[in-house]
C-alpha cells in the first residue's frame, strides 16, 4: 500500500507573483504547482494576520486535498518588510481519512521539519539541497502514514475477524440528534461541512428549514453517531424550526466573534430552546464563537463570551469553521461531558 505524496514550497514575488520555489517529487505537473501556489499564495489577502493552524484545502485543478501551511517572517529587502510563503501537502481523497484523523501530529513533523528548513531559505539556500530536504520530509511523512494506516488496517481486520464481538459492540453504540442553531451567516454550515467533509463553504449560501447529515466519531471504544440538523437562523422559519427541535439531545448555538448583534442574540437563541423542551436540563448545550481565525475583526472577547456562558450554564468553545479550529473538539467534549454526568454508560 502506498499513500501518494507531494510537497510544494511557495513563495511570492513582487515581480511575478505566487510562484513554486522548490517542490517534491519531481513528477508533481507544472500545472498542479502553478495552482497550488496560486490559491495558497492568495490566503494571504483574506487576513492581516496569519494562523499558525495547519489549513485543509480542496485543490480542485490538480483533484487532490491539502494540508496548508502559511509561512512569512521579516525581511527588510521586501515590500512591505515580510516574506510571504507556504508548505503544502497534496493527497489523493482516498486517503483523506488518514490525513484527516492524524491532522495534528503531522503538523508536529512540519514544524519539526520547518525548524532546519526555512533558515536554509532565509539564507537562499540552493533549490538541490531544498529539494533534498524535501525529499526526506517526504519519506518520513509517508512511512509515518503507513505506519497509522496498517494499525488502521489491522484494527479493522480483527474487527472482521470476530463478527459476535461486532454485534454485541453496535448495541453499545449511541445515536444523538443535535441541532445546530444561531443567526443567520455565523458560520453554522461551514462548521458542519467541517465536521463531516472536511470542507469550507466561503461564500455564503442561506440553509433553507434544515440540512440533516450525520457522521460516526469514536471515543473510549465505542462508537457515536451524530445526527446534525443545521437548523435556517431566517425569523420566517421560526414556526417550524421548533418541530425540528424535537427529540434532540445536544444543541449547538453559534454567533459570530465579529457580529456583536449574532452574539447578543445568543440569549434569545438559549430562550427558545428554554420554552421548546420539557427535558430542558437534560440537554447538552454549547455555545460556539465562530470566526476565531479573522483575529483583526473580532468584536466579543473571550471574557465576555466566557461570563455569558457561565450566566447560562453551559460550555462555550472558540471555533473556525475556515482552518477546522475545534470543530472535532466541540462533539468531542459534549460526548465526553455526557459519560461523566452518568447520562452515557459505558
Known amino acids: 500500500m502506498e499513500i501518494a505524496l507531494q510537497i510544494i514550497y511557495s513563495q511570492f514575488d513582487e515581480k511575478i507573483g505566487p510562484y513554486t520555489y522548490v517542490f517534491y517529487p519531481k513528477e508533481v505537473s507544472k500545472y498542479t504547482r502553478s495552482s497550488v501556489s496560486s490559491m495558497t499564495i492568495d490566503l494571504f489577502t483574506y487576513s492581516k494576520k496569519i494562523s499558525d493552524e495547519l489549513i485543509i484545502m480542496s485543490f480542485p485543478q490538480a483533484k487532490k486535498k491539502g494540508l496548508v501551511k502559511l509561512l512569512e517572517w521579516k525581511d527588510p529587502t521586501r ?31 512540519i514544524n519539526e521539519f520547518l525548524k532546519d ?3 536554509l531559505v532565509k539564507k537562499y539556500g540552493e533549490k538541490d539541497i531544498l529539494r533534498d530536504n524535501l525529499k526526506k520530509f517526504h519519506n518520513n511523512i509517508q512511512t509515518f502514514l503507513l505506519k497509522l494506516s496498517s494499525r488502521e488496517l489491522q ?62 466519531i469514536y471515543l473510549q471504544n465505542a462508537s457515536f453517531q451524530m445526527i ?38 445568543v440569549k434569545n437563541w438559549y ?18 464563537g465562530n470566526k476565531c481565525d479573522l483575529e483583526e475583526e473580532i468584536k466579543i ?10 450566566e447560562l450554564n453551559i460550555g462555550y468553545l472558540e471555533t473556525s469553521a475556515r482552518i477546522g479550529k475545534n470543530i472535532d473538539k466541540i462533539f468531542d ?14
Open 79 to 109: 515590500r512591505g518588510g515580510r516574506r510571504e510563503a507556504t508548505l503544502t501537502i497534496l493527497f489523493e481523497e482516498k486517503d483523506d481519512s488518514i490525513l484527516y484523523k492524524y491532522k495534528d501530529d503531522i503538523e508536529e513533523q
Open 117 to 119: 528548513f526555512l533558515p
Open 155 to 216: 484494527f479493522a481486520d480483527s474487527s472482521k475477524q470476530f463478527p459476535k464481538t461486532q454485534e454485541q459492540s453496535t448495541k453499545t453504540d449511541f445515536a444523538f440528534k443535535t441541532i445546530i442553531i444561531g443567526d443567520p451567516g455565523v458560520g453554522k454550515t461551514s462548521m458542519v461541512l467541517q465536521f463531516t467533509d472536511k470542507a469550507f463553504r466561503r461564500s455564503y449560501i442561506p440553509t433553507i428549514g434544515a440540512n440533516i447529515t450525520e457522521k460516526n
Open 228 to 265: 446534525l440538523w443545521d437548523l435556517a437562523g431566517q425569523s420566517k422559519f421560526q414556526k417550524i424550526r421548533s418541530l425540528y427541535y424535537n427529540g434532540a439531545q445536544c444543541i449547538i448555538i453559534v454567533f459570530d466573534l465579529t457580529n456583536t448583534e449574532s452574539f447578543e442574540n
Open 271 to 288: 430562550s427558545d430552546v428554554k420554552s421548546s423542551f420539557n427535558n430542558f436540563n437534560e440537554l447538552e448545550i454549547v455555545m460556539c
Open 301 to 310: 472577547s473571550q471574557e465576555e463570551a466566557l461570563s455569558l456562558a457561565t
Open 333 to 346: 467534549d459534549m460526548i465526553k461531558d455526557m459519560i461523566s454526568k452518568g447520562i452515557i454508560e459505558i
